[in-house]
């Protein structure tokens, strides 16, 4: 486990997200989230996890799987009516993931 990337993708996911969630739940009125919340929550995921991966330096494809992988886990906080609850367990896999990635030897590709 790199614990350094696990604490800087922490912190970015967790700022990104909230800064996202704040944005658009003082903008939007709470109808459009029962419309469109399907698809604004996932997308904003995903946005985050894309600024993460520039910030923290992380492998693209993997880190997008396992940030695929901890947002449908944070389904059961959105299906319990604890959304919140949901992102906060989402972040804390998505961070576990990345700090396990850290640490895994990498493939190196070399022309012979």
């Not at 604004?40 to 693209?60: E, F, K």
């Amino acid at each position: 486990m790199d614990w350094g990337i696990l604490w800087r993708a922490t912190l970015c996911q967790a700022i990104v997200v909230g800064i996202l969630g704040a944005a658009t739940g003082l903008t939007l009125p709470h109808s459009f989230f029962e419309t469109w919340g399907w698809l604004v929550g996932p997308v904003a995921w995903l946005i985050a996890t894309y600024v993460t991966v520039r910030v923290v330096r992380l492998p693209l494809v993997p880190t997008f799987a396992g940030a695929i992988v901890a947002g449908l886990v944070s389904l059961v906080g959105v299906f319990t009516g604890l959304h919140w609850v949901g992102s906060a367990i989402a972040i804390v896999l998505f961070a576990l993931w990345c700090g396990w990635q850290g640490r895994r030897p990498t493939l190196r590709l070399s022309a012979a």
